[in-house]
C-alpha cells in the first residue's frame, strides 16, 4: 500500500506529511474504502503511529476515495499500490512511502516506510483465490 495526498498538501516528503498532520488545527481529513476497510485500517494505524489526528471519510470503495483525493474532498488515505500508482506516475497525487520494509519494484523511488520516517507501519494487502 502507499501513503499518498493530494497535491494542495504542502508536505514534500513524509515528514513533512506527519508534522504539517500533527500541526493542523482541523483533523485532516483521510478517504477510506469505508469503516473496517484496509484503506480505513491503515489509516487508523497511521494516526496511532505518528499522533496526528485524522477525521475519515468513508466510500463505497477507493474507486470513489481515490477521486475524490485527486478533486482535493480529502487529504490524504492510504491506498493499495495497484489503485494508485497510475495516478501517482500521472502526477494527480503524490506518494510519500510504501507500507512494507522493502520498495516496490515496479516504485523504486517511492521510499519505504522505514526510509521515510514511519518505521513498522507495514500493511501488506493480498488475494487469493
Do not use: C
Not at 504542502?10 to 484496509?38: F, H, M, N, Q, Y
Not at 496511532?48 to 489526528?53: D, P
Not at 470503495?61 to 494508485?84: E, F, K, W
Amino acid at each position: 500500500m502507499l501513503v499518498v495526498s493530494n497535491n494542495a498538501v504542502p508536505a514534500k516528503d513524509p515528514k513533512e506529511l506527519i508534522a504539517w498532520a500533527k500541526a493542523s488545527s482541523t483533523p485532516v481529513r483521510a478517504g477510506s474504502a469505508g469503516a473496517g476497510s484496509r484503506t480505513h485500517v491503515a489509516g487508523v494505524y497511521f494516526e496511532e503511529l505518528t499522533g496526528a489526528h485524522l477525521q475519515f471519510v468513508p466510500y463505497g470503495g477507493t474507486g470513489p476515495a481515490l477521486r475524490n483525493l485527486i478533486a482535493g474532498h480529502v487529504d490524504m488515505m492510504v491506498d493499495q499500490a495497484s489503485n494508485s500508482m497510475q495516478q501517482v506516475r500521472e502526477g494527480q497525487i503524490k506518494a510519500y512511502a510504501v507500507t512494507a520494509g522493502r520498495r516496490l519494484a515496479t516504485a523504486p523511488d517511492i521510499p519505504t516506510v522505514d526510509e521515510a520516517g514511519l518505521p513498522g507501519l507495514y500493511i501488506h494487502t493480498w488475494y487469493g483465490m
